[in-house]
């Protein structure tokens, strides 16, 4: 089967290359903005295109999805400097999705975030959630994965919480740290979204995956200062504001680091948990593992 990857060199997009390579026979397209981030082991050269091509512009995405049968969209924008990734997002979505449409590709797999559409969703979240309705008026059959924070090394968000507990003895956090999220690990991950090639749905599925446990924030970041044995003072303030929040992330992370988390934070508010058992009835196989084992 020939796969397009979109967005192959972000953190997902680059795992779930190297996953397909590995463990499967699949003729894979990497399509990226930023080609120069991907790289491929010599002895799968033969099966991999690798690709530049910007989502925003028709005729580029459209001639990179040549005789492809199923692709993958991994596509957020939020390390733009003007904050306007939502718009940006929106515009991208459209314009894969008329590519997508004209070359008859009868399945998209996209990776979204976990939130309830009947709360009052942050933008991040709000955006990830038009994507995919978006996608779903060019596609047949769009397989949307909600998920929380990925964790493995090159995941952002967990970048961002390894950098604060290892480099600060005292992390300030807002209210909104005692907010319930649920994890997953990217090898868990990565399961989910090969499952997904073949398995059998009567239209578009959104799809709700999480690891194991249901946490706060506040504990998955006594977790992780666990399993680093680092001893931490911890100080929770009612009001934080975001940009006071996001000067702090400007002290530990990198600049793209710091954008995007800054994207993230409001999130944080939005509960982010598995509210049904949609995941195992269409992959029961698959039993997501504690997070702990992800943390190296």
């Known amino acids: ?145 909600r998920a929380s924070m990925i964790i493995g090394k090159g995941s952002i968000s967990f970048e961002i919480v390894k950098n604060l507990v290892e480099k600060s003895p005292i992390i300030t956090l807002p209210k909104w740290s005692k907010t319930k999220t649920q994890p997953i690990g990217i090898t868990d991950a990565l399961l989910y979204l090969e499952n997904s090639i073949d398995v059998e749905i009567d239209s578009h599925e959104i799809i709700e995956i999480g690891g194991s446990e249901t946490m706060s924030y506040l504990e998955f970041v006594k977790k992780y200062a666990k399993f680093k044995n680092k001893k931490m003072i911890i100080f929770r303030i009612p009001i934080l504001p975001e940009k006071i929040a996001g000067l702090f992330l400007n002290l530990f992370t990198s600049k793209e680091q710091t954008n995007v988390g800054r994207c993230m934070l409001s999130s944080f508010k939005n509960e982010m948990i598995v509210t049904n058992n949609r995941a195992l009835e269409l992959f029961p196989d698959i039993h997501p593992k504690k997070i702990e084992e992800f943390f190296l």
């Open 1 to 145: 089967m020939k796969i397009a990857i979109i967005g192959a060199s972000g953190f997902v997009g680059i795992n779930l290359t190297r996953y397909l390579l590995l463990n499967t026979d699949h003729q894979i397209s990497a399509i990226s903005i930023n080609p120069h981030d991907i790289h491929i082991d010599e002895k799968y050269k033969d099966r991999v295109k690798i690709i530049k091509a910007n989502v925003l512009n028709y005729d580029e995405i459209e001639n990179a999805l040549y005789d492809i049968d199923i692709a993958y969209y991994f596509i957020h924008m939020m390390a733009s400097d003007k904050n306007d990734f939502y718009d940006k997002e929106t515009r991208a979505a459209k314009t894969t999705g008329r590519a997508l449409k004209s070359k008859n590709i009868r399945r998209l797999i996209y990776m979204s975030g976990l939130g309830n559409d009947d709360e009052k969703l942050s933008k991040h979240l709000l955006s990830r959630h038009n994507t995919g309705n978006i996608l779903r008026k060019y596609v047949k059959e769009v397989i949307e994965f």
